[in-house]
């Protein structure tokens, strides 16, 4: 039986309004066969922090040998996102990514978009309670980020950042995915380089320069890594 993400890829709808080259790019290694890749992996499929209503790029059109495992760290559905409470609806387990219980090798793909880059423990403070812990809030993510370039030019280990919660959930995707394993994400260009000095191949990635009046600017990756 055939499965698919149960989203489409509002990224690839958007890119179609967009100038190839310019605003955006495409890339894939020569002689990929993605579909064929991901129908060799016969092990369980998981999405951290799913679901993600924006779907994946290079899933769209794919046929998947078993429904994902959709995961998140809480079942209380997040103020920001207006569709949180169906969104929540799908999740299967609660799991803190930054420490999985699959064993090493166990799992055939992992699939994870949106991730924030620190610890999500002030999502749920307001007003004055927001206000009080702002500057530690923005210490860590500055602190974050720094930890994530060392790591991604080399000056960090993985094992060394403290509060980098991406490159925490890097470590446990490449213990828990098995030899040849895929893994579907996004981010940064800090990100893809994390990922390739852990060992991973980069089978595919869109690349797109995100306009401030979106909420970020900055230049925005989608990717399929091989571990």
Request: glycine share 6%; with cysteine; aromatic share 10%.
């Amino acid at each position: 039986m055939a499965y698919q993400y149960s989203y489409k890829s509002n990224r690839k709808q958007e890119l179609n309004k967009l100038r190839q080259g310019q605003d955006f790019t495409i890339w894939q290694k020569q002689g990929l066969n993605l579909q064929k890749e991901v129908s060799n992996l016969t092990k369980p499929i998981v999405e951290i922090g799913g679901p993600s209503d924006l779907g994946f790029y290079f899933l769209d059109g794919i046929e998947l040998n078993s429904d994902p495992i959709i995961t998140n760290i809480s079942d209380d559905p997040l103020p920001y996102s207006p569709d949180a409470k169906e969104l929540t609806t799908r999740v299967d387990k609660l799991m803190d990514a930054r420490s999985m219980d699959y064993d090493n090798d166990s799992i055939g793909i992992f699939l994870m978009s949106y991730m924030s880059v620190t610890d999500d423990w002030h999502v749920r403070l307001e007003g004055e309670e927001r206000e009080e812990h702002s500057k530690q809030i923005e210490k860590e993510f500055d602190i974050s980020k720094l930890e994530a370039d060392q790591v991604a030019i080399g000056t960090l280990a993985p094992e060394k950042a403290k509060f980098a919660q991406r490159v925490q959930i890097y470590l446990e995707v490449r213990r828990a995915l098995c030899d040849g394993g895929l893994f579907f994400s996004d981010g940064t260009l800090a990100e893809v380089l994390i990922l390739q000095r852990m060992g991973f191949e980069l089978l595919a990635y869109n690349q797109e320069s995100i306009r401030a009046n979106e909420g970020w600017s900055g230049i925005y990756y989608e990717f399929v890594m091989r571990e």
